[in-house]
């Protein structure tokens, strides 16, 4: 047991050097293999777990309309497709601590021709990870890590929901807000903006990795989410996710319903704004859409089905036949009765 835990922290730590120093380091596993993350997936996944921590602090004891802005900024202060990407990559650094694990990816791809296979395969399909030994544990690991940073978003956003009843008796939070077209306009930029990375992410993600709680029972099955975490850990500990294999890695860190789900939140977040005059009403927009229903996309993902299949795109095929000149506009005028 003392083993495991050493090696545990060593991995920690070449995660966190490899992560604030934007470089690959030598794996111990394999003597001519190579271990490295992009600097866009240790951006987001640091943008991931800090804005985890950030909006699961929001507190319900609002006193005046700034403090419901303040909250509001707190609370959408993540741009979509990099918070999924980097749930996906923070849910691939939390598999890379199980030492099982790393052990099944180095018996799978011992030569350099069977790395790149492999890597091509977990790419083209995730859920081939689930073969390997270990995979079960890792990915009760990695959904535990995950629910246990969308839990308190959730119990955040249902507090300061109920906060929306509770302060209408304070005169304030009817007072109308004389700037909601300005604040629902840093609102959407800050929605927008991704978060750019410092040389501090590693050192913070490296203390997040060594509190991970312990994995509780999981789900039935590995939903697609949780699968594409172990994938990335697998790809990444094979040394094939270097910054210039991101356009194989890409498909890896989003997922249609997860994609979704977050889309939809931050639309309904908007038109939440758009219409919420009183104090108050902004108060209910955060504690539903930017708080519960992003703790609640988080969860979504990680107890999804792997069954569940995105509907097929809308294609739409160019016409063959020669374009036809409009009909002219049809002159008004009452059809004589006979």
């Known amino acids: 047991m003392p083993r495991n835990r050493n090696l545990k922290f060593a991995l920690v730590g070449a995660v966190a050097l490899a992560a ?6 030598a794996a111990d596993w394999n003597n001519s293999g190579s271990i490295s993350l992009p600097n866009e997936m240790v951006a987001a996944a640091s943008a991931f777990s800090d804005y985890m921590g950030r909006a699961g602090d929001v507190r319900a004891d609002f006193r005046d309309g700034e403090a ?3 909250g509001l900024k707190t609370g959408v202060a993540y741009e979509q ?3 999924e ?18 052990d099944a990816v180095s018996r799978a791809a011992r030569s350099e021709a069977d790395r790149q296979a492999f890597a091509a395969q977990l790419e083209a399909d995730p859920a081939q990870v689930l073969h390997l ?7 009760r690991e990695v959904e535990t890590a995950l629910m246990s940073r969308a839990a308190p978003v959730a119990e955040a956003g249902k507090a300061v929901k109920q906060a929306a009843y509770d302060i209408q008796h304070n005169a304030w939070s009817k007072e109308r807000i004389a700037n909601l077209p300005a604040r629902l306009k840093e609102v959407k930029a800050l929605s927008a903006s991704p978060y750019p990375g410092t040389a501090g992410d590693g050192a913070r993600l490296s203390r997040a990795m ?10 039935p099955a590995v939903s697609p989410v ?3 975490s172990l994938a990335l850990a697998a790809v990444a ?3 094939e996710a270097k910054p210039s294999d991101m356009p194989q890695v890409q498909p890896l860190l989003t997922e249609y319903f997860s994609a979704d789900c977050l889309h939809m939140a931050k639309l309904m977040l908007y038109q939440c704004m758009a219409v919420a005059s009183p104090h108050y009403e902004n108060v209910f927009c955060l504690g539903q859409h930017a708080l519960s229903d992003t703790g609640q996309c988080v969860a979504a993902a990680v107890t999804a089905s792997p069954d569940r299949t995105p509907p097929p795109p809308h294609v739409v095929l160019a016409s063959t036949e020669p374009v036809k000149a409009a009909p002219k506009a049809a002159r008004h005028h009452k059809r004589r009765r006979s």
């Open 20 to 25: 604030t120093a934007g470089i690959a380091w």
């Open 68 to 70: 419901v802005h303040e």
């Open 81 to 83: 497709v990099q918070f």
């Open 85 to 102: 990407a980097g749930m996906i990559s923070y849910g691939a650094l939390v598999a890379m601590q199980d030492p099982r694990f790393i």
């Open 133 to 139: 030994d270990g995979a079960d544990i890792a990915a």
């Open 210 to 219: 060594l509190q991970l709680p312990p994995a509780g029972g999981g789900t």
């Open 226 to 228: 949780v699968a594409r």
């Open 237 to 239: 500990l094979m040394g």
